[in-house]
């Protein structure tokens, strides 16, 4: 049989296996998992079937409770039934979980992990979550690369046939959901010869039934609860030799050998280390090196974590072991330790009281990688070093800097573990450019070729659209199997301008890589227009240089602001992974596949977009010359806080990483008002006021979805002080002798959506200067940004109109009303903020905002900064936010506020 190699996605061969073998799939997709769910939703609609020939039923419900609960009526009824979830989502289907294991149903739930929201939301991956449902009674298998995410699957959906538990699959979301790499496919047959018919039938025969009717779920009293809770052992002693029995088999037919709990490291090693999921691929490289330096080291890979493989750690365990560190991708506060930790306590125990081990190790445990943060071979060295050292910690964490408990174990650099072999790249970019989207096309353009493997992992925070993306490639002629960041670049790429000022694109350059600039300038102007800090690093590094104005190319080829094409021929021209020609023609057959559906005009737009591409590329020269090499100044505006400064600020740099337990808010409370300290800069388009046609109607400020165009009138006095880029007109609505009107726009701020302009009603007759325009029109940002700034600065020492003064039953009216809701993280051209903003100006100074989880959570709610403001008084917009779809109770609460304070005064003039 000849194996398929295919390049996807965790959720994708995960999902590939799923749907498959289930017959129901109730989905409510959620990060980051999401993608299980809509490739199930789109393989039923394009008619693809199952292991059985038939189409499978996928339903999305109306929240993750009601997904378990359909999951839950459908396998009562007897179908093979199926989900996908993490985070909160699975939290919400506990109470189900508890009824399907109790009932000892078959079923697989397949979990990308993700963090809890507890202090704060986040969409970033763990095993809180399914550490969280270790009590329900479900099996659980942890997979640990997108090959596992596949194969596993298809391990947890026969056992749960054979043994009636029903099983978690899981794997770290986004290191695993969202890492592309080569995998071999599981065939048709080989899925079927792991699923025997009978175990269906059985399945099928323990539906409900009117034919043979039953009782299930019954309420059941002291006299016999305890006793049924006891009568599930047998089922659940079952599960590990059926699991390993089925890893046997799958390696059998496909050659991948998989245990239990899997030893890799030296036979005779002293220190050990324990975790599972994707931090053992780390481990084991890191075991690999310093075994060469003649350690003794070795990592213990968990598999099967419910029910907990108590002999199979014990035999894999070598002799020699005396030390030994759990790590834990978790955190249970108040605990002796984390629940992998005390498991394999558990065991050790266990195994020196039957005699199975001699001695008991000195059991160290760790946490690591909480929501997403890096685990590197580095941090794991590290955790060796404590091992070895006289008085190992029996707590610590690594990847922090802990000031407050001192827990915290310091790493230090080890050099390139990677084969020189292996060509890496890096891409900023902005989500939504199509940066990320163009990265995944040139991983399956050359991860598809015989020869070549690929991996591509993206990172970006969760505002996605409009926020710096930063995408992770690795190719090469072996698997790759490396999750953690590129360190040592040999290419990177910038597709946005900004950057350039605002990031240190080369900290993880290597010496002698090509750096690509997105640049909308001429050749011979950009060096000189790079900042001096960044030139001084290209010199020492010995960068070669190149730039191209992608936005110009993509315009002039009518592709609008997309400029993944271009980026992406630039790439493959430059980096010499493939013959020029040779690449370019993949390229084009990529551009085919993707576009043909759209009519052969879209295609040869793009054809003819990468052929100006290769015309427009060019090798910026050099000059002698000395600079110094400075720090990146904090990309913030003046007049923050020392917080904003000091916290703020640093998570804005990139720098998040860095900040120290100290100085971060134990309960999650944060300051507001902090995104006009943010200045992004990313629209290369502005909104510019064309004030002697304007007749003031608001329209364009009242749709700004950032509220990145105001409007105040003021006294004419006021003109005294304006610079000379300021515009200014007389106020046309009656009632305003000696009032001047002013349309102001925060040029750093603004996204470039254009909506103020499709709102503005206004057209130029053909005997007025601007003949046929509007009264805003978009222009290139560069010439004006600096008359817009200086103007800026004025606007902002306007004051505000007095409420009494402005009309805000109209439009036009609301427009003179301070926004407390500005500058946020949402898409460009979002139609949600509007109304938000306009919410804010008419009651802001007494709002409480009672927030669900989405998208209002992310532009909302989302660190480093939040749009939510305060005006003059200090008085703003006071915004919480609660589980997922419970806005409307937890709303509901707020209005039991008390009236009175506890000393019987009224709450709002308590000083106490």
Sequence with gaps: MKHELIMVDGNEAAARVAYQLSEVCAIYPITPSSTMAELADAWAAQGQTNLWGNIPTVVEMQSEGGAAGTVHGALQAGALATTFTASQGLML?????????????????????????????SIFGDHQDVMAARSTGFAMLASGSVQEAQDLALVAHSVTLQCRVPFIHFFDGFRTSHE?????ALHRDEIRALIDNDWVRAHRARALNPDHPVMRGTAQNPDTYFQSRESVNPFYEAVPARVQQCMESLGELTGRHYQLVEYHGAPDATDVIVLMGSGAATARTTVDWLNQQDRKTGVLVIRLYRPFPVQALLDALPASVRRMAVLDRTKEPGAGGEPLLLDVQSTLIDGLQRGLIKRLPWL???????????FTPAMCAAVFEELASDAPRPRFTVGIVDDVSGLSLAWHPIGDLEPPSRVRALFFGLGADGTVGANKNSIKIIGELEGFHAQGYFVYDSKKSGSRTVSHLRFGPEPIDAPWLIEQASFIGCHQWGFAESVDLLEHAAEGATLLLNAPYEPDRVWAELPERLRARIRALDIRLYCIDGDRVAERNGMGNRINTIMQTCFFALAGILPRDEAIELIKESIEKSYARK???????????????????????IPAGEEQISDYPLPLAPGGSEF????????LAGRGDRIPVSMLPVDGTYPTATSRFEKRDIAREIPIWHSDICIQCGNCVFVCPHAALRAKFYHQDWLASAPE?????????RGFPDSRYT????????TGCGQCVQACPVRAGEDESHEGERAIAMMDKAPHLAGQKQALRWFESLPWPARERVDFSTVRGTQFLEPLFEFSGACAGCGETPYLKLLTQLFGDRMLVANATGCSSIYGGNLPTTPWAKNGEGKGPAWSNSLFEDNAEFGFGFGYVP?????????ASCKQ
Aim: proline share 5%; aromatic share 4%.
């Design 93 to 121: 289907m506990l109470p189900n979980m508890y009824k399907i294991a109790g009932e000892l149903t078959s079923a697989v739930f397949h979990v990308a992990a993700r963090s809890l929201a507890a202090q704060g939301l």
């Design 180 to 184: 592309v790499n080569k995998i071999v």
């Design 364 to 374: 160290s445990g760790g946490r690591y990688g909480l929501s997403s943060k890096e």
């Design 599 to 621: 009519g052969p005009e879209v295609v040869e737009r793009n054809f003819a977009a990468v052929d100006d591409t290769l015309a427009h590329i060019h090798q910026v020269a």
């Design 644 to 651: 904003v400064q000091r916290v703020t600020g640093e998570m």
């Design 725 to 733: 880029a300021a515009q200014s007109v007389p106020v046309t609505a």
């Design 743 to 750: 349309l102001q726009l925060y040029p750093e701020d603004c």
């Design 899 to 907: 009236i009175t304070c506890c000393m019987g005064r009224p709450s």
